[in-house]
C-alpha cells in the first residue's frame, strides 16, 4: 500500500510539473465533471469507517477552495441540463460535487464548507435513513463486526450454509464484501440476525429540518432510493418502489420537484435504469469514473470518486496535484489505459 501511494504521489506531481493535467483539463472543460464522496469526519473517526469512503474537514475545505477558482461549480441537476442542452466548453471545466447517504455530518461540515467558498453541493439522501431516522444496513453491519465478529461469522455461515469462515470477518472490507455478494435476500437475513439496532452519534442521518435547510440555502437534496439496497438484485415491484416512495418522500418534504437519483454502490443495468427514468427522474449517477460529455446517457452519468486514498499526500493532507489529477480524469484515463493493457 506504502509503495502504491508513494508511486501515484509521485506521477500525480510528474503529471502536474510537466503540464501534462493542462489538456485534461481542456477536455474537461467540453463536459461535465462529478465528484463524489460520502462522509466528512474528523481524523481520529477514520479509522472506524470504511476504507476511502470519509475525509476530513480540512481536506474539503483545501479542495473546495482550490475548486471555487478553478472550476465552475455547480449542483448535479444544474450539470444534467448542461449536458442535455450541449451548453458546456466555458472558460472553467464544469464541476458537480455529490454526497451519498445522508449522514449528519454532510449537514454540520460538508454544506457549511462549501458555503464559505460560495459552491453548493448535492446531497442525495436514503430516505429510510434521511429523513426517516433508520441506520443503513451497511452501518448496522459495520457495528456488529465491530463488537462481535463471531456472532457475524456465524449468521453468516447460518445464511450460505457453508462451514463458518474466519477469513470471510478478518477485516471490515472482507466483512462487507461478502454481504455485497450474498445477494438481496440473504444479505437482509443476516443483518437481521445480528439484532435490531438504532443509529448512534457516529451514524445519525439528517432530519427532515436539515434537508429543507439545504434546499432553502441552494444545496441540491435528490434520491438514493429508500433503503440503499443493490438495486439489481430486486423484483420489478421492489425496483419500482425504492425509485417511486424515495422521490415521493423528499418532494413532499422539500415541496419541489427531484430530478436526480444516485444509485447505492453505483449498481445499475439496463432494467434498473429504466425503472428510474419511468419513476420520473431526469437524470442518474453511478461510480463509474470518467468525464460525461454532451449526448451521453443522462440516466448513467460517471462520478469520479474524491477518495482520501487519492487526494491526499503520506500525512493525509490535501495534495494539490492530486486532486487536480482526479478532478480533471488522469486517474480514471490511467485506469482505463492499465485495464486495456492487462487484458
Not at 462451514?163 to 455485497?180: E, N
Request: aromatic content about 6%.
Amino acid at each position: 500500500m506504502i509503495a502504491k501511494e508513494r508511486l501515484r504521489l509521485w506521477v500525480d506531481a510528474a503529471a502536474a510539473g510537466a503540464g501534462l493535467l493542462a489538456p485534461l483539463r481542456a477536455r474537461a472543460r467540453r463536459g461535465a465533471t462529478l465528484l463524489m464522496y460520502h462522509r466528512i469526519l474528523p481524523r481520529e473517526a477514520i479509522g472506524d469507517y470504511f476504507e476511502g469512503l470519509a475525509i476530513e474537514p480540512e481536506t474539503l475545505e483545501a479542495q473546495a477552495r482550490w475548486l471555487a477558482r478553478e472550476c465552475e461549480v455547480v449542483v448535479a441537476r444544474e450539470a444534467a441540463r448542461r449536458l442535455a442542452a450541449g451548453d458546456t466548453g466555458g472558460s472553467r471545466p464544469v464541476v458537480a460535487v455529490t454526497f451519498d447517504d445522508g449522514y449528519r455530518d454532510n449537514f454540520q461540515q460538508a454544506a457549511m464548507i462549501l458555503e464559505r467558498h460560495g459552491l453548493r453541493g448535492t446531497f442525495f439522501v436514503s430516505t429510510d435513513f434521511a429523513p426517516g431516522g433508520g441506520i443503513l444496513w451497511c452501518d448496522a453491519a459495520a457495528r456488529a463486526w465491530r463488537e462481535d465478529r463471531q456472532s457475524c461469522r456465524l449468521a453468516l455461515a447460518e445464511a450460505t450454509g457453508s462451514p463458518a469462515d474466519d477469513g470471510a470477518v478478518a477485516t471490515l472490507d472482507a466483512w462487507m464484501g461478502r454481504l455485497k455478494r450474498l445477494g438481496h435476500a440473504r444479505r437482509n437475513a443476516v443483518v437481521a440476525a445480528l439484532g435490531p439496532r438504532e443509529p448512534d452519534d457516529f451514524e445519525a442521518p439528517m432530519d427532515a429540518m436539515m434537508l429543507r435547510s439545504l434546499h432553502a440555502r441552494g444545496h441540491e437534496v435528490a434520491s438514493h432510493t429508500c433503503s440503499h439496497p443493490m438495486m439489481p438484485e430486486l423484483d420489478d415491484e421492489a425496483l419500482d418502489a425504492e425509485c417511486v416512495r424515495s422521490r415521493s418522500v423528499l418532494e413532499e418534504l422539500l415541496g419541489a420537484p427531484v430530478e436526480g437519483i444516485c444509485y447505492p454502490n453505483g449498481r445499475a443495468d439496463a432494467r434498473v435504469r429504466e425503472a428510474a427514468a419511468r419513476a420520473g427522474y431526469r437524470y442518474g449517477c453511478t461510480t463509474r469514473p470518467g468525464l460525461n460529455l454532451p449526448g451521453g446517457d443522462a440516466m448513467m452519468l460517471s462520478r469520479n470518486h474524491a477518495s482520501r486514498l487519492a487526494v491526499t499526500d503520506r500525512d493525509g493532507r490535501h495534495h494539490e496535484a492530486s486532486f487536480a489529477a482526479v478532478v480533471f480524469g488522469l486517474h480514471a484515463a490511467l485506469r482505463g489505459a492499465w485495464s486495456r493493457f492487462a487484458r
